[in-house]
């Protein structure tokens, strides 16, 4: 099975910042890898198709780069609504694994 | 408008079984891979296991901590797709959620999400 693993598990920022958040594939994935934000009590949603493809109505603050096995996702000014749960997925083959998350929180 | 509704969440004793529906509406799901994303209290997001569309051969697959207990099955007829859950465990627990690639390929991502369904097993 392909492992994704991200980092960092939790990320502390402020308003404003830039953040990046990496993601690692135990395979080459090519570009089969999505971008999620979840805020607590909902479901995710999906931010980034295609390593790079941002979704219509995403703001564009938010991008993602790589392909292969190293992935990341780029917020590039943080805005309060922004503050939440970060998840990558492979979708190369099954089973379509999840990274760990990343909590991103107000500093 | 597109949307997935998940239903069928209950408290159930360990061993039990327990179906989940995943009704759409706004497009037919025969058409759509659709997945079941799971997530334990507290942890993050598992995946379970997909239904292929009809053109992708309409087969399900598996993640290993399920395969053998859980099943995938659509009526197309109520264009709702079904997980028939069985030896449930403790380790089951968790808020189930139905997902899709709409406006996206499925290989490059999961668009349209149901609001989930809690199931809980303990005795």
């Known amino acids: 099975d392909i492992q994704l693993t991200q980092s960092p598990s939790f990320l502390s920022a402020s308003v404003g910042d830039r953040v990046t958040i990496t993601c690692r594939a135990s395979?080459?994935?090519?570009?089969?890898l999505a971008w999620y934000q979840q805020r607590p009590g909902k479901a995710p949603k999906l931010l980034i198709s295609?390593?790079?493809t941002l979704q219509s109505g995403v703001p564009s603050r938010f991008s993602g780069t790589g392909s292969g096995t190293e992935f990341t996702l780029t917020i590039s000014s943080l805005q309060p609504e922004d503050f939440a749960t970060y998840y990558c997925?492979?979708?190369?083959?099954?089973?379509?694994?999840f990274g760990q998350g990343t909590k991103l929180e107000i500093k | 408008e597109v949307q997935l509704v998940e239903s069928g969440g209950a408290l159930v004793k360990p061993g039990g079984s327990l179906r989940l529906s995943c009704a759409a509406s706004?497009?037919?799901?025969?058409?759509?891979?659709v997945s079941w994303v799971r997530q334990a209290p507290g942890k993050g997001l598992e995946w379970i296991g997909r239904?292929?569309?009809?053109?992708?051969?309409?087969?399900?697959d598996y993640a290993a901590p399920v395969k053998g207990r859980f099943t995938l099955l659509r009526d197309d007829s109520k264009n709702t797709l079904y997980l028939q859950m069985r030896s449930l465990k403790t380790e089951d627990t968790a808020v189930y959620y139905c997902?899709?690639?709409?406006?996206?390929?499925?290989?490059?991502?999961?668009?349209?999400w149901g609001q989930g369904t809690t199931v809980t097993v303990s005795s």
């Open positions: 997902a899709t690639s709409y406006e996206v390929y499925y290989y490059s991502g999961m668009d349209v």
């Open positions: 706004g497009f037919t799901l025969n058409v759509a891979w």
């Open positions: 239904m292929k569309s009809e053109t992708g051969g309409g087969t399900p």
């Open positions: 395979q080459v994935i090519s570009s089969y």
């Open positions: 295609a390593a790079s």
């Open positions: 997925q492979h979708l190369k083959t099954y089973p379509c694994t």
